[in-house]
């Protein structure tokens, strides 16, 4: 039969299994939005540690923090009734630059949905700082 697998297609996807259900779950929550999670669990699960020190890292981490905070404050508009909205495709670029600027481990998927309007739909989103500012907790701690 053609849906068969070969033996040893079928031994490697049993590893791959028993490799994910090895993560530590607290290391699984802190990758779960990671863009390479495989990386970010080697990263912070006992696997192989970047050739690059924590400090600089760390160093590096903060300041595109820094720049994101920015690009957050300039996509925010104040409305009294909701709150802060936020412009979507500004806060996507944002993202995307830390992205670009971070090792791969660290960098975030972007988030946002959309949401029923009275013209249609419009897309919702927020500002992903908590995230970096685990990312950067979990680097403090390593130190």
């Given at each position: 039969m053609?849906?068969?697998l070969p033996l040893s297609g079928l031994i490697g996807v049993l590893g791959a299994a028993a490799g994910l259900a090895q993560v530590d779950p607290q290391v699984h929550q802190q990758c779960?939005?990671?863009?390479?999670?495989?990386?970010?669990?080697?990263?912070?699960?006992?696997g192989e540690r970047s050739a690059a020190p924590t400090k600089p890292l760390l160093k590096q981490l903060?300041?595109?923090?820094?720049?994101?905070?920015?690009?957050?404050?300039a996509a925010g508009r104040p409305n009294r009734f909701v709150g802060t909205i936020y412009n979507c495709q500004k806060l996507k670029r944002a993202l995307a630059q830390f992205n670009a600027a971070v090792p791969k481990a660290y960098q975030l998927a972007y988030r946002g949905q959309f949401e029923a309007a009275v013209f249609g739909e419009v897309e919702a989103?927020?500002?992903?700082?908590?995230?970096?500012?685990?990312?950067?907790?979990?680097?403090?701690?390593?130190?």
């Open positions: 053609a849906w068969r779960l939005n990671a863009r390479d999670y495989s990386g970010c669990v080697q990263l912070h699960g006992g903060q300041q595109q923090q820094q720049i994101y905070l920015q690009a957050v404050q989103c927020a500002p992903q700082s908590e995230a970096i500012e685990a990312l950067i907790d979990q680097l403090r701690a390593e130190q």
